[in-house]
């Protein structure tokens, strides 16, 4: 038995880096959260020994804003992690011999994404095999060497956001390797699915004004923790926890009569968020991960 696990590139898990504090380094992003009050000095007097530099608070707040952005959404009608379609060829009785085989899996819109498992190729006698993977334009090779009487197991298990995938081998030698029910010679498990991350990413200026809010508030109520004392948290608590309850009064830690706002910038965004998603789905993606009887409703009751 020859087991070999095929690294198929995955692109970065950021939705979009386009979000920043004017100052750091030569980077230049369209999106700054100086706009909001959020400057590389202030957050540079905010980072305590969690983050140590303001880079690195800025990098975390934005990080965990996309995330929350993701989570706070509600898509009524979206077929959340469900299976679109599953290929899955089993191994037969009969074998081929030498030749070009391939395996092809294909999404059926640019909001699925392609699961593939474990690939299984048998051979029989003394077989030469050359498995190539092909995907988003290249070809990498994933196995090269000959097989006596085993079977090739190439561990993949992960999602990928490509249009299609193809893995291709080419046999040769003395011996015959096993064929599968779709008449090729890979028995392998691999399936279509709808992914939230995938619509929204693509939409993602929409969703942009909600994550600077976020984000600006994460970084100001990191200040009234921070095990390092500055003169933010000494002297503009009071200011600061007043700011962060009109960008996200998730994180209101004011009572009844100190606030300003019955819902957050934030709050008050996605709900804008999902109207336009709304209209989108009904333009484009009926066919595709939606079931439009009943489409995106804003559910957010965060206080």
């Known amino acids: 038995m020859a087991e070999?696990?095929?690294?198929?590139?995955?692109?970065?898990?950021?939705?979009?880096?386009?979000?920043?504090?004017?100052?750091?380094?030569?980077t230049t992003y369209p999106y700054y959260l100086d706009t909001l009050g959020i400057s590389l000095s202030k957050t540079a007097k905010l980072a305590d020994s969690s983050a140590v530099t303001a880079r690195q608070l800025v990098d975390?707040?934005?990080?965990?804003?996309?995330?929350?952005?993701?989570?706070?959404?509600?898509?009524?009608?979206?077929?959340?992690?469900?299976?679109?379609?599953?290929?899955?060829?089993?191994?037969t009785d009969q074998?081929?011999?030498?030749?070009?085989?391939?395996?092809?899996?294909?999404?059926?819109?640019?909001?699925e994404q392609i699961f593939l498992g474990v690939l299984k190729i048998k051979a029989i006698g003394d077989v030469n095999i050359s498995l190539?993977?092909?995907?988003?334009?290249?070809?990498?090779?994933?196995?090269g060497d000959p097989l006596s009487d085993e079977t090739l197991i190439v561990t993949i298990d992960n999602h990928y956001p490509y249009d299609s995938i193809t893995f291709t081998a080419v046999v040769s030698g003395s011996g015959v390797v096993q064929m599968t029910s779709d008449g090729g010679i890979m028995e392998i498990n691999a399936h279509t699915e709808c992914s939230e991350k995938l619509f929204y990413?693509?939409?993602?200026?929409?969703?942009?004004?909600?994550?600077?809010?976020?984000?600006?508030a994460f970084i100001l109520n990191s200040s009234l923790?921070?095990?390092?004392?500055?003169?933010?948290?000494?002297?503009?608590?009071?200011?600061?926890?007043?700011?962060?309850?009109?960008?996200?009064?998730?994180?209101?830690?004011?009572?009844?009569?100190?606030?300003?706002?019955e819902k957050g910038k934030y709050q008050l965004e996605i709900e804008n968020i999902n109207n336009k998603l709304k209209e989108i789905v009904k333009q484009s993606y009926c066919t595709c991960c939606f079931e439009c009887d009943n489409v995106i409703s804003s559910?957010?009751?965060?206080?």
């Not at 030749?99 to 059926?108: A, K």
């Not at 994180?251 to 606030?259: A, E, H, Q, T, V």
């Open 225 to 261: 923790f921070s095990d390092r004392s500055n003169d933010l948290v000494v002297y503009k608590s009071n200011e600061i926890a007043l700011r962060i309850s009109q960008l996200d009064s998730s994180l209101n830690l004011l009572g009844k009569d100190g606030r300003i706002n």
């Open 60 to 91: 975390d707040a934005v990080e965990f804003a996309w995330g929350e952005v993701f989570s706070d959404l509600r898509v009524d009608g979206f077929r959340v992690g469900g299976i679109r379609e599953t290929i899955n060829p089993t191994f």
């Open 132 to 143: 190539t993977s092909q995907y988003n334009g290249s070809t990498s090779a994933v196995y």
């Open 201 to 216: 990413c693509k939409y993602w200026m929409h969703l942009v004004k909600a994550v600077m809010y976020k984000s600006s």
């Open 4 to 26: 070999v696990t095929a690294e198929l590139v995955i692109p970065t898990n950021k939705c979009r880096d386009v979000i920043g504090v004017r100052g750091l380094c030569a």
């Open 95 to 111: 074998t081929l011999g030498a030749g070009t085989y391939t395996f092809t899996v294909e999404r059926n819109c640019d909001i």
């Open 299 to 303: 559910r957010i009751t965060i206080p």
